[in-house]
């Protein structure tokens, strides 16, 4: 079974930083690009960022470009994503996924 469990949301006030972490399990991590994706409040979906399963390509939604960090470590079936200057519209759910799979996300609450 694909499982992808995403952690390490929480509060933060305007201009913090958090790091998002997932953990992959149930398939050959190193296999698939992964991507993070997020759900505001009254909002579809949106992608964020992904690199390629060699962790050597990245990209970014324009939102988050120069604010967002994707990174990864196969060898330990791990993703992250460093966010810094976070803004109130930052607030969402937060995702990580493959082409074949999708977990439980993270809540990110960006208040003062």
């Known amino acids: 079974e694909v499982q992808l469990q995403a952690s390490g949301g929480g509060l933060v006030q305007p201009g913090g930083s958090l790091r998002l972490s997932c953990v992959g399990s149930g398939f050959t991590f190193s296999n698939h690009g992964i991507s993070w994706a997020r759900q505001g409040p009254g909002k579809e979906l949106e992608w964020v960022a992904a690199?390629?399963?060699?962790?050597?390509?990245?990209t970014y939604a324009d939102p988050v470009k120069g604010r967002f960090i994707i990174s990864r470590d196969n060898a330990r079936n791990m993703a992250w994503l460093q966010m810094s200057d976070l803004r109130p519209d930052d607030t969402a759910v937060y995702y990580c996924q493959t082409g074949i799979g999708r977990g439980q996300g993270t809540q990110v609450t960006v208040s003062s």
């Open positions: 690199i390629d399963k060699g962790g050597t390509i990245t």
